[in-house]
């Protein structure tokens, strides 16, 4: 009674070491899976245009217009840079006090604008920039068409790449929990088959074992998501950009994503080798 209790006891901590590591594979994907829009977005919101004023604004009018704008729908962040301070940074990087022109300064008052990640597109920036062109005080908009058709085009294949790998990692790690725990039940196929001989219900039979996946899963979603967080603090160290787009609110939907996995799995997988051992016939069991 002893050394059963010790071969399940085995059993049980292989299958959690098993199942654990799994569950780290698949959260390390959910992690990304989730994290891509954040950064999709961020990249985004990274996107300028640039508005020139005219000539004729002077500073007051110019601020008003770039407060009434930092109101607008599509605008993330508004810099307002003043055609002086413009020639004083020129003036500092050229190291030089000498740039004057007989007391006339040939730049522009400007707006470099950043937009909301929705309008980070070239049909939503051609509709901002008409906008923007119909102010009295606006000269011209500038923003690079090209560039920012780019990212939109690199960012739709990574999502889809990372949907096509979430969705292998899944049916994978489905398949490796699967393997684990069929090795467990088939360690006790002979078991199974005696308290079906004495009468006993299919039902009555399952429930231990499902507890047992309900809290093999439990305890290895757990410390998967442990791990995963770990994890990812430390790359953090090496990335930090990637501070700037991680909350609560990710971590809350990894750790709920690795906790139902980990439950469902386990389950399903339990549920269907037992009940692949309990429609086998007696003699069958000897030649699985």
């Known amino acids: 009674m002893h050394k059963k209790s010790k071969l399940l006891s085995t059993q049980f901590l292989t299958s959690l070491i098993s199942t654990t590591l799994v569950l780290v594979l698949l959260g390390t994907v959910v992690f990304f899976v989730l994290l891509a829009p954040r950064l999709a977005n961020s990249l985004r919101e990274n996107t300028n245009m640039t508005v020139y004023l005219a000539e004729t604004a002077d500073s007051a009018h110019s601020v008003q217009l770039a407060d009434r704008l930092k109101t607008a729908p599509y605008v993330r962040q508004l810099e307002y840079i003043s055609k002086e301070s413009a020639m004083e940074a020129i003036a500092a990087e050229l190291g030089s006090d000498s740039l004057t022109f007989a007391d006339y300064n040939p730049l522009s008052d400007v707006f470099v604008l950043n937009v909301v990640a929705d309008y980070a597109n070239n049909d939503s920036m051609e509709m901002v920039s008409a906008q923007l062109r119909q102010e009295k005080l606006v000269d011209e908009v500038v923003y690079e068409k090209d560039v920012t058709a780019s990212v939109n085009r690199v960012l739709h294949r990574v999502n889809l790449v990372l949907l096509v790998v979430a969705v292998l990692f899944l049916l994978i790690s489905f398949q490796l929990i699967k393997d684990t725990v069929s090795l467990t039940i088939f360690a006790q196929r ?78 399903v997988c339990t549920f269907l080798s037992l009940r692949k051992y309990l429609k086998m016939s007696s003699n069958a069991l000897y030649h699985v």
């Open 190 to 267: 002979f078991t199974l088959n005696t308290m079906k001989l004495v009468g006993a219900s299919w039902g009555f039979i399952r429930r231990p074992f499902l507890n047992k996946a309900l809290l093999l899963g439990l305890i290895a979603s757990v410390v998967a998501a442990g791990i995963i967080y770990v994890g990812m603090q430390q790359l953090m160290r090496f990335v930090p950009e990637l501070e700037g787009v991680t909350d609560l609110q990710l971590w809350l939907m990894v750790g709920g994503a690795v906790l139902l996995f980990g439950l469902l799995i386990t389950f």
